[in-house]
């Protein structure tokens, strides 16, 4: 697709539920982001990869949160034992340049999560 | 790493030239400056970056004076679409490390 795409786009869960959070991002973009919004405040890094590896980890909140990356595309956020503070927005991103003129972000529509 | 300090909300009416400033003071020689806008339930989208003086594209300008230790996003003729949050990102090194404040909530009214 042309933009990038994540899915699913609303989970609702139970405490203590594993999920897992896709995202496709731009095509031939090398570096993929995730962050996580809660509800009306700004973005909280969490993990970023430039091709299939993540240089920084270190915005995980806890080692309950993992993020895989593969053929330098498809990335999956996966959150075991799921916590009511979990609930919030988390949002993909991915860009061509890591940083100045070629580092715009592309940001998906996120996917939100709901932790019952 | 640089943060980034601008108002929490503005008001505006359709029509008008809205102008948010925000402040960056600890800035580094190789910060570039970005501003970003986003609509309930989407994720951000990218508007204007700059390095210094002016940058002009389609749909906004980007003022920056000589010292860059602030910046001014300058929305002309503003509509009832541009009711949206802002934020103002200064960094440099790379992407991962930009912080987020909470933006400014721009709402427009008719």
């Known amino acids: 697709g042309a933009g990038v795409s994540q899915s699913p786009s609303n989970k609702v869960t139970e405490k203590g539920k594993d999920v897992e959070l896709r995202c496709d991002p731009i095509s031939g973009h090398t570096a993929l982001y995730w962050y996580r919004q809660r509800l009306g405040q700004g973005l909280e890094f969490l993990i970023y990869?430039?091709?299939?590896?993540?240089?920084?980890k270190s915005g995980l909140p806890s080692d309950r949160f993992s993020a895989e990356r593969t053929g330098e595309s498809v990335s999956t956020l996966t959150i075991q034992r799921t916590q009511q503070e979990d609930s919030a927005v988390y949002l993909c991103?991915?860009?061509?340049?890591?940083?100045?003129?070629?580092?715009?972000?592309?940001f998906g529509e996120g996917s939100r999560l709901t932790v019952l | 790493l640089a943060k980034t300090t601008q108002p929490i909300s503005m008001d505006s009416y359709e029509g008008q030239e809205v102008n948010i400033t925000c402040s960056h003071n600890?800035?580094?020689?190789?910060?570039?400056i970005t501003w970003y806008q986003q609509f309930p339930s989407q994720g951000p989208r990218f508007i204007i970056q700059?390095?210094?003086?002016?940058v002009t594209n389609e749909v906004a300008s980007l003022f920056i004076p000589a010292d860059r230790k602030s910046s001014t996003l300058s929305l002309p003729r503003v509509s009832l679409s541009d009711t949206a949050v802002y934020y103002c990102?200064?960094?440099?090194?790379?992407?991962?490390?930009?912080?987020w404040g909470a933006g400014t909530k721009l709402i427009i009214k008719p």
């Open positions: 600890n800035i580094a020689t190789n910060d570039y």
């Open positions: 990102l200064v960094g440099g090194n790379s992407n991962y490390q930009l912080i």
């Open positions: 990869f430039q091709g299939n590896s993540a240089p920084d």
């Open positions: 991103a991915s860009s061509f340049g890591t940083s100045g003129p070629t580092g715009e972000l592309f």
């Open positions: 700059g390095y210094k003086t002016k």
